[in-house]
């Protein structure tokens, strides 16, 4: 994988000395990876400090794209791009959209309609007209480490098919986090 200074590391590098959550996304385009992103950018480093446990996205583009998509989202923890898609063949990701069209992710706010064509006014007006990887290409989410331990492993079968992320925290023993938007009423 490589970072957003263009330095690769090897993926086993990741979880191999502490438990990690690595989230592939299909591209840095796409609105529901976006806004995926958007909410795993609300994840407290300090839940994941007292839960020793390191919180990564990976995406299949340039390393180019990996500053301004972080930028875009508010995301600041761990990004990495595996821009040959190796990762991904290697573990069996998906290209195209399943059928199942009743999977929704609770982290997408938009609906397709809108949410595509934003996507499409990013990638052009973007700095070059680039589609940032493979849009057919599906992601996944797991919890791996430390070492070879695989905690959790699921496959997207389409763009809205993101695991819940309080679903990956509290399996990896982190902290689960509100992302409802409303502000929280106490009765007292």
């Known amino acids: 994988v490589v970072d957003g200074d263009g330095r690769s590391t090897p993926f086993e590098a990741l979880y191999g000395e502490q438990k990690a959550i690595v989230v592939f996304v299909r591209n840095f385009l796409c609105y529901t990876c976006k806004e995926y992103v958007e909410d795993l950018a609300?994840?407290?480093?300090?839940?994941?400090?007292?839960?020793?446990?390191r919180l990564i996205v990976i995406g299949q583009s340039s390393y180019h794209h990996i500053k301004p998509f972080c930028s875009l989202t508010g995301y600041t923890h761990e990004m990495y791009v595996d821009p040959q898609r190796e990762?991904?063949?290697t573990l069996g990701m998906k290209r195209g959209e399943g059928n199942n069209a009743s999977v929704r992710s609770p982290h997408v706010k938009s609906n397709m309609f809108l949410g595509s064509i934003r996507s499409m006014w990013?990638?052009?007006?973007?700095?070059?007209?680039?589609?940032?990887?493979?849009?057919?290409?599906?992601?996944?989410?797991?919890?791996?480490?430390?070492?070879?331990?695989?905690?959790?492993?699921?496959?997207?079968?389409n763009r809205l098919d993101h695991v819940p992320i309080n679903t990956v925290l509290q399996l990896a023993g982190v902290k689960t986090v509100n992302f409802t938007n409303k502000?929280?009423?106490?009765?007292?």
Not at 46 to 51: I, K, R, S
Not at 123 to 134: I, S
Not at 183 to 188: G, L
């Open 122 to 157: 990013r990638a052009m007006t973007g700095p070059a007209f680039d589609f940032q990887g493979d849009p057919a290409q599906q992601g996944g989410a797991l919890i791996l480490g430390p070492g070879n331990e695989v905690h959790f492993l699921h496959l997207d079968k």
């Open 42 to 53: 609300k994840v407290p480093k300090a839940f994941l400090q007292e839960a020793n446990v």
């Open 87 to 89: 990762i991904y063949k």
């Open 183 to 188: 502000p929280q009423i106490i009765d007292i």
